[in-house]
């Protein structure tokens, strides 16, 4: 089994820069897949995940309609590591506060960026909504040891990057991930 990360690990990486992918049910026809999408988000270790979002998109009336969502983030770079959390909708800011606003484009946009990025998309202050999450059960995996178990000697420049090129270190994520509840 690969090892999952403690919960200090795991809150840490969740609070680092990472492009999060937000999936909700779609009730919109049977059988139809979650929706899944990219999206910037805020988390502080112990806290709540905010995302933004306009109030007539698609993925609002699905957070809406299912009251709860899940988020995965990731580091693709070997040794690969992930959190996922899923959860309730605990509140609904509407619409979206300046500050939450600010810190999102300060989180992932360099400091000149961020003041253009809000200057130009300053409209979405009256379109936005902002949802709140309280993670409530944790998947994570960090690949890291495991990794460490089968990779061939390296030297140099490549020392410690992970496993040996070719390796299927991915392959175990679906059978071997840590499920933490919390609660």
Do not use: N
């Not at 089994?1 to 609070?15: G, H, I, K, N, W």
């Not at 890291?144 to 070719?166: H, I, L, N, V």
């Amino acid at each position: 089994m690969l090892p999952a990360m403690s919960r200090q690990e795991r809150e840490r990486f969740l609070a680092g820069q990472h492009v999060g992918v937000l999936s909700v049910a779609d009730f919109r026809t049977g059988g139809r897949a979650p929706l899944a999408v990219p999206v910037w988000y805020g988390y502080e270790p112990g806290g709540e995940i905010v995302v933004e979002t306009g109030r007539q998109t698609v993925k609002a009336h699905l957070l809406r309609a299912a009251g709860r969502f899940s988020l995965c983030v990731q580091d693709e770079r070997r040794p690969y590591r992930y959190v996922s959390v899923e959860g309730p909708v605990t509140a609904v800011a509407d619409p979206v506060s300046p500050d939450v606003r600010e810190a999102l484009a300060h989180r992932y946009l360099d400091p000149d960026e961020a003041r253009a990025y809000l200057a130009a998309t300053s409209d979405q202050l009256k379109d936005d909504i902002a949802f709140h999450m309280r993670p409530e059960h944790w998947r994570t995996a960090d690949f890291a040891s495991f990794a460490a178990d089968f990779a061939e000697p390296r030297t140099g420049q490549d020392a410690g990057a992970g496993p040996a090129e070719g390796a299927e270190v991915a392959e175990g994520a679906d059978r071997s991930e840590g499920d933490h509840r919390d609660g």
